[in-house]
């Protein structure tokens, strides 16, 4: 039974080193140049905002400060800040760049990101603006000044409707070392990036921190309207593009940051408790088996080379070491990305075993009614009853 457990892990692992699209490599990446372009088509950035006091400044100050020839506007949207949010951004950037405008009161059936959107969509058509592309970025994110023109020149010169960056996520303080990579380790393997580049691949996926997408592709795929209850809205977005014909890239960010801090467990904690019972579709099974995944692929061989002295079967044990090498080489190259020695993929397993108790915890907190609970909102039941398939 033992060398049975043990030989199925490994081929979990030959199986998702060697043929499943690559995911390990982060090798999805912006060109560093940018070609020049006789005229650069206009951009409308949206960026929603809640509580964003500790960050806010210097997001719109790095959107203000974008080196991009086109035409160029930035409408925050103010979701019913109590901190200041909203004075904050309005001294950052000039009036004739930036405009602060407030979210009405929630609608039924609508997350409070997607709102703020619609409400940034909204806003920019009463301006009178028609943007060939708006730019959705999150209101604790730092761009550096030539990201909106990397990202113009990858959706043009490579004929993409919708351009995603999975930005860097904080990552200097102990529970961030160990859980920040992991995450995007996870994401990475969830939805392959190489895949959801490829225009014959059926997964879609964007990265909400950072998203530009051509107006006309969003208005193809019926706006923010058909994800509006949608907790993982970034995902979803990228679904509806897809399916209405639309062409995706996602790649990793080489410069533009998060700088939303978790100095404790308990911030990562939340952040996945949030939207990891969603993403399993609210389903028993679905949850079952990926517990039972996160178990076999990455506890089993970990705990066969742990446990050998007890079970002495050492061609389970060789088995489990195959595994943990494999394992171990896939996550090097997130963890290099993240500026950490490598030493630390050692510790994926300990990581996954937080990440299934997590994504427990999640689905206890969904049963509880307080699944997708974020900034004093709760959207679990609104998601489901909005839930696309």
Request: glycine fraction near 8%; proline fraction near 5%; aromatic fraction near 10%.
């Amino acid at each position: 039974m033992l060398a049975f457990v043990a030989v199925i892990s490994l081929a979990a692992w030959l199986y998702l080193f060697f043929a499943h699209h690559g995911f390990w490599h982060a090798d999805q990446r912006l060109p560093r140049d940018t070609r020049l372009m006789s005229a650069w088509p206009s951009v409308v950035a949206i960026v929603p905002a809640r509580n964003e006091a500790a960050s806010i400044s210097a997001c719109i100050r790095s959107l203000a400060a974008q080196r991009y020839e086109g035409s160029f506007r930035v409408i925050l949207v103010d979701d019913g800040s109590t901190d200041g949010t909203a004075g904050l951004a309005r001294d950052a950037a000039p009036p004739e760049r930036l405009s602060v405008i407030s979210a009405p009161p929630l609608a039924e059936g609508w997350t409070g990101k997607l709102w703020a959107m619609q409400t940034g969509l909204t806003r920019a058509a009463s301006d009178g603006l028609s943007p060939i592309y708006f730019w959705f970025t999150d209101a604790d994110i730092v761009h550096p000044p030539e990201t909106l023109s990397r990202l113009v020149g990858r959706s043009i010169h490579h004929h993409r409707d919708l351009v995603s960056l999975m930005v860097k996520l904080h990552c200097r303080h102990a529970w961030e070392r160990l859980l920040i990579p992991a995450f995007v380790y996870f994401f990475q393997m969830l939805y392959p990036f190489r895949a959801a580049n490829d225009d014959k691949s059926h997964i879609a996926a964007a990265a909400g921190g950072c998203i530009l997408i051509k107006r006309e592709a969003l208005l193809a795929a019926g706006g923010l309207e058909p994800i509006r209850g949608e907790i993982i809205d970034d995902c979803a977005l990228a679904r509806i593009v897809k399916r209405s014909g639309g062409r995706l890239w996602l790649g990793l960010s080489d410069g533009s940051a998060s700088l939303r801090e978790a100095m404790g467990l308990a911030p990562l904690w939340a952040m996945v408790r949030r939207t990891a019972f969603t993403q399993l579709k609210y389903s028993v099974p679905l949850l079952t088996g990926t517990l039972l995944g996160l178990v076999l692929i990455f506890l089993v061989p970990a705990s066969l080379i742990a446990t050998w002295p007890w079970h002495g079967d050492s061609g389970a044990a060789l088995v489990g070491l195959l595994a943990s090498l494999l394992m171990t080489l896939s996550y090097i190259p997130t963890v290099k990305d993240y500026g950490l020695a490598p030493w630390r993929a050692i510790l994926l397993p300990v990581a996954a075993a937080l990440y299934a108790a997590m994504t427990f915890a999640s689905a206890i907190a969904h049963w509880r009614r307080q699944g997708g609970a974020w900034k004093g909102r709760t959207y679990s039941e609104a998601a489901r009853q909005n839930d696309r398939p």
